[in-house]
């Protein structure tokens, strides 16, 4: 059966229940604590009645620094509201490790951003080396992978799409709002893979609902290409693409076709005056809650609850 961890300034808790049980390890970052994987199992088993998970601080169970890697339209709904048709060539992007924050750690707004945009994606965290040639079939999936994290790949999109910039667009402090559990997974569970729900709301009102089956190039393969070119390490991070329903969307093509005969500077004054009239933006006060989990529970990797706020 899974394991829940939390992460806090004090160390490292396996959840039961609504309890965390201290882990005995001096494990410090994420990749020692895969590595003490005795002392989480330890944890689980013991008679300690543990503290209210209420009580505790949480923080990103994955450590920083590390390599933080995401794929690019990788669900078929993104694709679609994202105005792609026929066949999408796999694409990563990397983010900086700086951006991750912690799972009710507020999401900064930069003071030059207008328009914020979320991403439940889920995050797969490394529990061996990728060296640049792996093949990963879908059997070896455990011997690679440690376990799984909520993650939020927030965006600034007048920043991503005026600048044709990613790294910069998607790297700001916060915005990579991570946890609350690192979910770490039993062999046998990583079949249930696709079963996963990763849905986020914005107020309540719910804007991202897909299960991985709607994924278009999976972990294991993704992990396949991705060896290509980059090697990762135990600790590191891969979200794997996030649902459509951000608040972003493709213009109609007529729109397209007319903002393509503009110069640069005219089209994207006109394109963000229509993007100014979307509510889905993010704005001050607003709270994301983005949850992954089975519909069995088998597998569930907590709730994020993370508030929107400006800069200072």
Not at 137 to 150: M, T
Not at 218 to 228: E, H, N, S
Request: contains cysteine; charged residues 20%.
């Amino acid at each position: 059966m899974s394991t829940n961890v939390l992460r806090t300034a004090d160390g490292w808790w396996v959840v039961r229940g609504h309890r965390a049980v201290p882990v005995d390890t001096e494990a410090a970052t994420t990749a020692e604590l895969i590595a003490d994987r005795a002392a989480v199992h330890e944890a689980a088993r013991s008679d300690d009645a543990g503290t209210p998970v209420a009580d505790l601080v949480v923080l990103s169970p994955v450590t920083t620094p590390c390599r933080v890697v995401a794929q690019m339209v990788n669900y078929r709904s993104h694709a679609r509201d994202s105005g792609f048709t026929g066949d999408i060539p796999p694409a990563f992007f990397r983010k900086a490790s700086g951006s991750v924050s912690g799972p009710a750690q507020a999401v900064v707004r930069p003071s030059h951003v207008k328009f914020l945009d979320y991403e439940i994606e889920l995050g797969l965290v490394m529990g061996a080396a990728l060296p640049v040639g792996t093949v990963v079939e879908e059997r070896d999936l455990p011997s690679y992978v440690a376990g799984l994290v909520i993650t939020n790949d927030v965006s600034a999109r007048d920043v991503q799409l005026t600048k044709t910039q990613f790294y910069e667009s998607k790297s700001y402090p916060t915005f990579t709002p991570t946890g609350p559990y690192l979910t770490l997974l039993e062999p046998e569970e990583f079949a249930h893979l696709l079963d996963l729900r990763v849905t986020l709301s914005v107020n309540g009102e719910l804007r991202q609902d897909r299960t991985l089956a709607d994924m278009i190039v999976r972990p294991a393969q993704a992990l396949t290409l991705l060896a290509r070119f980059q090697t990762l390490e135990p600790g590191d991070l891969l979200l794997t693409g996030t649902p459509g329903g951000t608040a972003l969307k493709a213009p109609p093509k007529a729109v397209e076709k007319i903002g393509s005969l503009l110069p640069p500077a005219a089209k994207w004054k006109v394109f963000f005056k229509s993007q100014a009239r979307n509510p889905h933006y993010l704005r001050t006060g607003d709270v994301i809650t983005a949850t992954i989990s089975t519909p069995d529970g088998r597998i569930d990797l907590g709730e994020q609850r993370t508030p929107v706020t400006d800069a200072k």
